[in-house]
């Protein structure tokens, strides 16, 4: 009985992994998710989207098990099985899920929307070199945010740095002490290798700050707010090694991974944010938020004039159509890649700690397209 | 349908959800108070409130159960969609402005519309008449006279007076 499930098991990992399950479930949430955004409270159209979904993941599920000839029963067994619980299987289960549970179907279609809008801007950039005019404007000013924004966290990291520094200071001392007062201290001096492990962290640490203090000193000085301005933005660019909107090394490549079928990390249920990390995290935000509240800064774009609502209007509308083009594209490329065998979900679980930030940084930016593209 | 009637069941399990959960949905008229309500059963805050035009969607824990509530906006050209979110139904919870004297006819008219559906065959429904901390509010006895519940003879139903502002009344005693 349990080789049974063992086998259903691999068999319904290997569908689920298969284009014939991959391509158009990923086509459907690609062509559908336009409408959605991260507001609360749900469109109607929502539910009709849902719906259609619904349908299809039925029909491909259902097609699937006549043809291999699991009875459902089968199938409950399969999924009962302790095999299921392993996180690469819970990933590849959530577009399935999806068809069940609302949620989840709309933390999905929200990630690919956003994807899609910086695949677009990606696009636009890799074909032109530079973005057409009603796009720059906006870009200079989501540059002119990220200088602000550099010149934040660069302010946090120096804080941090001191704070680290007097930390690992005061152990030290206290390390030093309670060697030397001998055996009243539990917290005794500790073992070299933790600190050798301090130092590496240290010199990590600096290491971190080089290209920042670089992107620093190559940026010229900026005035607050959001300031208009075209001829910017390509000096910036050519000047700032870290500007990672365009990985421009690896853009051949990365067309290719992007174009891939993307799985979603749906909010919440994400695997890999490790708790650690989250906590620095979310302490860094924490010092963003009260380093912008000193800086004064106001939130941008506020106060627009017409003219520049206008721009934003026009770049949405740009955008909207390099993102069909986009789409266009992708399903020309797809019949290529079912000769592949395609190791995604593989490669998506060992996600480099650089992916993760960039990913990370990649979040970021989405929300500040958003705002930009779409709250008007 | 024809096809594979258990699915979801099965999707359900794959959730691996132990705990019971209940489907209900919230209907009434527009500002019949129906996300605040919502809001409440999920102790978030209900002074910003404005007009749905869609539909909101809360998870309440509940006596040991997982209650999934559908908020479904109650303009009168949203109403029309109602019927696309009865299914799967496990109760219907219908929340009536008790001070709106003027359109009691019409709130009484939609609801029984909604009882004829398919969908919600038997399906056991909950009255709210709220806006009790109003002045102008007709009590819960007047509103059931209004509705006609007396000929409500398929199904359980229940009134319940309430204010969902102030949180008073509205715990669901769902059985």
């Known amino acids: ?28 949430i690609e062509h559908k998710c336009s409408v959605f955004d991260d507001e609360e409270e749900n469109k109607l159209s929502y539910t009709e989207i849902h719906q259609q979904y619904k349908e299809m993941v039925e029909t491909l599920l259902d097609n699937y098990m006549k043809e291999v000839g699991i009875s459902e029963e ?52 890799e074909q032109n070199g530079s973005l057409p005019d009603c796009l720059t404007d906006g870009l200079d000013m989501m540059s002119e945010l990220e200088q602000q924004e550099l010149r934040i966290l660069k302010e946090v990291l120096k804080r941090s740095k001191e704070e680290y520094d007097q930390e690992l200071a005061k152990k030290n001392c206290y390390g030093e002490e309670a060697g030397s007062a001998s055996n009243s201290s539990k917290d005794r001096m500790r073992p070299a ?15 971190e700050m ?7 000193s190559s940026l010229k000085p900026v005035d607050k707010g959001p300031a208009v301005c075209t001829s910017k933005t390509k000096e910036t660019e050519k000047s700032n090694p870290s500007n990672d909107t365009v990985p421009s090394g690896r853009s051949k490549c990365s067309n290719n991974k992007v174009l891939a079928p ?26 963003l938020e009260e380093a912008r509240k000193e800086a004064g800064i106001s939130r941008p774009l506020t106060d627009l004039t017409a003219s520049q609502m206008e721009q934003l209007q026009q770049r949405a509308e740009y955008l909207k159509q390099q993102r069909d083009r986009l789409l266009a594209m992708k399903k020309d490329q797809k019949p290529k890649e079912t000769t592949e065998s395609l190791p995604l979900t593989e490669t998506k679980q060992e996600m480099s700690e650089e992916e993760r930030k960039k990913i990370e940084k990649r979040k970021h930016l989405a929300e500040k397209l958003k705002q930009e593209v779409i709250k008007k | 349908s024809s096809k594979a009637p258990g699915l979801f069941s099965v999707i359900q399990k794959l959730k691996g959800t132990t705990e019971q959960e209940l489907q209900i949905v919230l209907l009434g008229l527009d500002n019949a108070g129906k996300t605040t309500l919502l809001r409440k059963l999920a102790s978030e805050d209900v002074s910003t409130i404005t007009p749905t035009q ?64 398919e969908n919600l065959k038997g399906v056991p429904v909950l009255i709210f008449a709220n806006k009790q901390d109003l002045v102008a509010a007709a009590p819960a006895s007047e509103i059931a006279e209004g509705l006609n519940l007396h000929t409500y003879r398929d199904r359980q139903w229940q009134i319940q007076a309430c204010s969902a502002l102030s949180g008073e009344g509205v715990q669901v005693s769902v059985n």
């Open chain 1, 262 to 287: 993307v799985r979603v990390p749906v909010k919440g249920s994400e695997p890999f944010p490790e708790p650690k990390e989250k906590s620095s995290l979310e302490a860094a935000e924490a010092w």
């Open chain 1, 74 to 125: 089968q199938f409950l067994q399969a999924c009962s099985s302790p095999l299921v619980r392993s996180k690469t299987l819970q990933n590849m289960i959530q577009p399935v899920m999806a068809a069940d549970d609302f949620d989840i179907f709309k933390s999905l279609m929200i990630q690919k929307n956003i994807e899609l809008q910086l695949q677009a801007l990606r696009v636009i950039q």
């Open chain 2, 54 to 117: 869609g539909f909101n969607i809360k998870s309440v824990a509940s006596n040991g159960m997982k209650l999934n509530v559908w908020d479904i906006g109650g303009q009168r050209k949203i109403r029309t969609f109602w019927k696309k979110y009865l299914e799967d139904t496990d109760v219907l919870i219908y929340v009536i402005d008790s001070a709106d004297k003027k359109r009691l006819e019409e709130t009484g008219q939609e609801l029984s519309d909604l009882i004829d559906e």
């Open chain 1, 193 to 207: 290798s933790v600190c050798q492990q301090e130092v590496n962290l240290k010199k990590q640490l600096d290491k």
């Open chain 1, 210 to 216: 080089q290209p920042i203090q670089k992107i620093n």
């Open chain 1, 1 to 28: 009985m349990a080789e049974d499930s063992e086998w259903i098991v691999e068999s319904i990992a290997g569908y689920l992994g298969s284009p014939d399950w991959v391509m158009p479930v990923s086509e459907f």
